[in-house]
C-alpha cells in the first residue's frame, strides 16, 4: 500500500524551462510539489538547457529523477546520425517511464 505522499507522480515530458534565448528558469513551482517527478529531457533541446534542469532537479532532491536522450530535440525526435530512428526513442522513453513508474509504486 502506498503512503499518501507517493499515490501520486507525474512524469514531466517537454516540458518548456524556459524560453527560446532566455536562461530564466519557469519551474520555480515545482519546489511546492510533494509528489515523485520523472524528467525527460532531449539533449538538443532548445526549450530545456540541461543545466538548468540539472538545477531543478537537485533542488527538488529525492522527488525528481532525470533521464536524458542522447541527441533528442524538444520532441524527442534524433537526426539519422545518431543511429536510432524516432520510434526507437520513443519506446526507450516509454520502458523507462515504465520503470520509473514501477520503481515509484515500491517506495512506501
Same mark, same amino acid.
Do not use: Y
Given at each position: 500500500? @502506498?503512503?499518501?505522499?507517493?499515490?501520486?507522480?507525474?512524469?514531466?515530458?517537454?516540458?518548456?524551462?524556459?524560453?527560446?534565448?532566455?536562461?530564466?528558469?519557469?519551474?520555480?513551482?515545482?519546489?511546492?510539489?510533494?509528489?515523485?517527478? @520523472?524528467?525527460?529531457?532531449?539533449?538538443?533541446?532548445?526549450?530545456?538547457?540541461?543545466?538548468?534542469?540539472?538545477?531543478?532537479?537537485?533542488?527538488?532532491?529525492?522527488?525528481?529523477?532525470?533521464?536524458?536522450?542522447?541527441?533528442?530535440?524538444?520532441?524527442?525526435?534524433?537526426?539519422?546520425?545518431?543511429?536510432?530512428?524516432?520510434?526507437?526513442?520513443?519506446?526507450?522513453?516509454?520502458?523507462?517511464?515504465?520503470?520509473?513508474?514501477?520503481?515509484?509504486?515500491?517506495?512506501?
Amino acid at each position: 500500500m @502506498l503512503n499518501r505522499r507517493h499515490r501520486l507522480s507525474q512524469a514531466i515530458v517537454r516540458s518548456t524551462i524556459h524560453r527560446f534565448g532566455s536562461t530564466t528558469n519557469l519551474l520555480t513551482h515545482l519546489d511546492h510539489v510533494q509528489i515523485p517527478m @520523472l524528467f525527460l529531457q532531449g539533449s538538443r533541446d532548445p526549450l530545456a538547457d540541461p543545466g538548468l534542469i540539472e538545477v531543478v532537479v537537485g533542488r527538488l532532491g529525492a522527488l525528481a529523477t532525470m533521464r536524458i536522450m542522447p541527441d533528442a530535440d524538444h520532441s524527442f525526435r534524433v537526426p539519422a546520425r545518431s543511429g536510432r530512428t524516432n520510434a526507437e526513442v520513443l519506446e526507450d522513453l516509454a520502458q523507462q517511464t515504465a520503470s520509473w513508474m514501477r520503481d515509484v509504486s515500491k517506495v512506501g
